[in-house]
């Protein structure tokens, strides 16, 4: 990492490091209304975890109390011992109880736009009680049963939504896979979670196209004999290949359709009873190696956490806000902070099913103008892309809904972050840059928006119950502005309880290499990051992304930045490579803006700028242009491709996380002149 000398010079001469303090109009209504009192409860909930965890599990309903808020000796954690509880009841049936059936819960809008407008639905509680109800004897006819493990492959639709919380009624364990995957990937995830059932679509609709879900599932199924059921929503109206499968017990069939199903199924079917530590869902995340991991969430501490930083850090009120994450809910984004962090504190929920730039590239904008959102949450590389799109977009619609804006999936640059403040926040919306993992559950290090005073490129302060440190090898804490391993140091509700049938990959993976001086593990998140003057964390990317040129250690994101803000550039992606002097060479992957040319003159001048905003050290020894980068179906660029392109290595492992196979050709045939 790098030293305190070499980090205060990156801090200062990178990029002017502006406050953004809340507007006082906003901060006065907010859930945290200054800095002190942010301050004042962090202290509270570090000092007193379970008195502080205890009070907040008091805003959800519960079946039987816990005997015991925390039993803890690492890497094991059980929150709320002994109690019982059920996520659908806190999502759904709870708000029917208390008389808000007819609110909208879920929104949803299609991706395929008629001459009338979209597709859309408002979906009340009472429908998704009924729904949920029916579908959860669905899958009990089909012989599911608590702790069974039901994989669910779609579109976002809303019968997606039916299906998870149709699962935690019940007490089946989902495994969502996202519907851009392939059949290999569907294969190997079925295998690993030894699931029976699969749901899924005839198909989806993305960018006009039909992406078709039931023949992935159908040559999934040809890899694995594991598969008794396919429940098929009919979306698109594809012709769909019906399948057998002799020794079912429902006349032959493998497959079968949604609707005939929920026809037939009765309305009755009330909450399972769910221990706390009760898994609630695997959701699989692959590593730069090896098959993907099965991270398990279970059901109290998940349901804790998820509901209280939703409140928290969107700011959620019942009754004036609508609220849109972008995210698909294949990833815990989605699970999290579309399902169920959002849905217990009774504020509707947007889905949408398509791309963002389909018909027009204005369209998430139209979403939100149409829906009047007022709570919006994206990934930094989207953010990117609506820059690259043009201001004219946005311009186009009635954003004045808009009241917080978040960012999740990766750091993001300044540039991007003002930017987003300026066109899409209209200079007036706190920005939540949210720092988190799938293994996490929910947030870690984030803004306040009514209390924290920000700094684009930083997510600022630990929530509440988080004993987030910047640390070495051997635990000890790091001094204020140098470089060091970001570590989790206690527990926290939300925290995975493991890798599905892998417990030596669970300890090796996040408790293996860092313990303080009584031995003890600390997690550790993976990422390099470091503390400011303030406090604030900034995030420098991976630990294997901290590029060690001649003894100096610079973090990718900070190149990527200093290439950003050039004028020229709309998106960077910066990776270690061989050299044979340095050790470790910078090689840059750069996507030009519009009006701006490939050449030598400007790669010079973007070398050139490397240096005079962070220091000569970090000037890139190849920059390659490239239309696109490599990245992962959640928006994350896929780094350890560009390094092996970088490195001339033929094979890159796995890529069936890769979005678009043809940004890989594309760049493996670009040369650097």
């Not at 659908?88 to 809008?109: L, M, P, S």
């Not at 004219?392 to 804006?405: A, C, G, I, N, T």
């Not at 206690?490 to 009584?518: A, C, E, H, V």
Request: contains cysteine; glycine residues 8%; charged residues 25%.
């Amino acid at each position: 990492m790098p030293d305190r000398a070499e980090s205060s010079a990156i801090e200062s001469g990178l990029h002017e490091r502006r406050l953004f303090s809340p507007a006082p109009e906003f901060a006065e209504r907010a859930h945290v209304r200054t800095l002190d009192e942010y301050r004042a409860l962090h202290k509270r909930s570090i000092e007193d975890p379970e008195g502080f965890w205890a009070e907040a599990a008091g805003h959800l309903e519960w079946f039987s109390p816990w005997k015991k808020v925390l039993e803890w000796k690492a890497p094991d954690a059980k929150w709320f011992v002994g109690a019982t509880t059920n996520l659908c009841h806190n999502c759904v049936d709870r708000h029917v109880k208390d008389g808000h059936g007819d609110e909208t819960a879920v929104i949803w809008e299609g991706e395929p736009m008629q001459p009338a407008g979209p597709e859309t639905a408002h979906i009340t509680y009472a429908d998704l009680q009924r729904e949920t109800a029916k579908f959860g004897n669905v899958l009990k006819s089909l012989g599911v049963r608590k702790g069974d493990v039901v994989t669910i492959y779609m579109p976002m639709i809303p019968e997606l939504a039916v299906a998870v919380l149709a699962c935690a009624r019940i007490g089946a364990v989902h495994s969502v896979i996202f519907g851009g995957f392939s059949a290999s990937a569907i294969a190997d995830r079925v295998h690993d979670a030894k699931s029976r059932v699969i749901v899924t679509a005839d198909g989806g609709w993305r960018r006009g196209k039909i992406v078709p879900l039931k023949d992935n599932v159908d040559a999934a199924c040809t890899q694995i004999d594991t598969i008794d059921h396919v429940v098929v929503v009919q979306r698109t109206g594809e012709q769909t290949v019906w399948h057998a499968k002799p020794s079912d017990s429902h006349g032959g069939k493998r497959d079968h359709w949604w609707h005939d199903l929920m026809a037939a199924a009765d309305e009755n079917c009330p909450c399972e009873h769910m221990d706390s530590e009760d898994p609630l869902f695997v959701l699989y995340t692959s590593g730069t190696t090896g098959k993907p991991k099965g991270i398990l969430h279970t059901t109290g501490g998940y349901m804790v956490q998820t509901a209280l930083t939703a409140k928290v850090v969107f700011d959620l009120k019942p009754g004036e806000d609508v609220y849109w994450c972008t995210a698909d809910l294949g990833w815990v984004t989605g699970h999290s902070y579309i399902v169920y962090g959002v849905m217990p504190n009774r504020v509707p929920t947007l889905m949408y099913e398509g791309a963002p730039d389909y018909p027009d590239k204005d369209r998430f904008w139209s979403i939100v103008a149409r829906h009047k959102v007022s709570k919006f949450y994206t990934a930094p590389t989207a953010i990117r892309a609506f820059m690259k799109w043009g201001e004219e977009h946005p311009k186009k619609h009635d954003l004045s809904s808009l009241r917080v804006l978040g960012t999740v999936g990766e750091p993001i640059n300044p540039e991007a972050w003002m930017w987003y403040h300026r066109v899409i926040g209209a200079e007036r919306c706190p920005i939540v840059d949210t720092w988190w993992q799938t293994e996490t559950g929910g947030h870690m290090i984030t803004p306040l928006p009514g209390a924290t005073p920000t700094k684009p490129g930083s997510c600022t302060l630990p929530f509440f119950g988080v004993d987030a440190a910047i640390v070495n090898d051997q635990g000890e804490e790091q001094p204020l502005n140098s470089g060091g391993l970001l570590a989790i140091r206690r527990p926290w509700p939300s925290m995975l309880r493991g890798i599905l049938g892998d417990r030596q990959r669970f300890i090796d993976t996040y408790w293996s290499r860092i313990r303080n001086d009584k031995g003890e593990p600390y997690y550790f998140a993976g990422d390099g990051a470091r503390r400011d003057e303030d406090g604030y964390f900034w995030i420098m990317g991976r630990v294997d992304d901290v590029i060690n040129v001649s003894g100096h250690r610079l973090g990718t994101m900070e190149v990527e930045s200093a290439l950003v803000s050039h004028e020229a550039v709309v998106e960077a992606a910066v990776v270690g490579m061989p050299h044979e002097i340095k050790g470790t060479g910078i090689a840059a992957f750069v996507t030009l803006a519009p009006g701006f040319e490939a050449s030598e003159a400007l790669r010079t001048a973007l070398r050139a700028h490397v240096g005079e905003e962070i220091g000569a050290i970090a000037k890139p020894d190849q920059i390659r242009f490239a239309e696109a980068v490599p990245k992962t179906r959640s928006g994350k660029i896929m780094r350890r491709l560009l390094r092996d392109i970088a490195a001339g290595r033929a094979d890159t492992g796995d890529t069936t996380t890769l979005e678009d196979f043809s940004v890989l050709a594309k760049l493996r045939e670009s040369e650097e002149s």
